[in-house]
């Protein structure tokens, strides 16, 4: 299993619900694969660097959009489902961008078995000189 950081911008005009059922969704489809999802942080509505384009306009007609909702989730899961679930992202209108990013823990540093690799094993071997 990999460590994936999913980062998405939704609309800023999104009602907290269907941000709600996106994430419930997302987060069942990693579990029912035999993923973990490890957190889910909702970092708010910032300006964006700069306007995107959404792929169609909501009622009132807006398309570009100077603010959004940025969103994490942090999940354990092998590429398959990571496809899948940015399959289910690139489909909601909700979502501006999305990315994933194969993120870091030092979990992964501590378990590497490469002694060179490893920069704790380095600190140990330097302090045994």
Known sequence: MVFYECLM???????YNALTS???????KI???GGIVRS???HGIRQLPHRF????ADREGNRYYEKGRFVSVF?????NVMRQVEGIL??????????????????MDINN??????????EVLREEK
């Open 22 to 28: 996106l994430m419930k969704e997302i987060s069942l």
């Open 53 to 56: 384009k959404a792929k169609y």
């Open 90 to 107: 690139n489909l909601n209108e909700e979502v501006l961008r999305n990315t994933h990013l194969r993120a870091r823990c030092k979990f």
């Open 40 to 42: 889910i942080q909702n």
């Open 113 to 122: 078995p490469r002694e060179n690799k490893n920069q704790y094993v380095q």
């Open 9 to 15: 911008t939704a609309k800023n005009t999104t009602h």
């Open 75 to 79: 999940y354990d899961a092998n590429p």
């Open 31 to 33: 579990v029912q694969s």
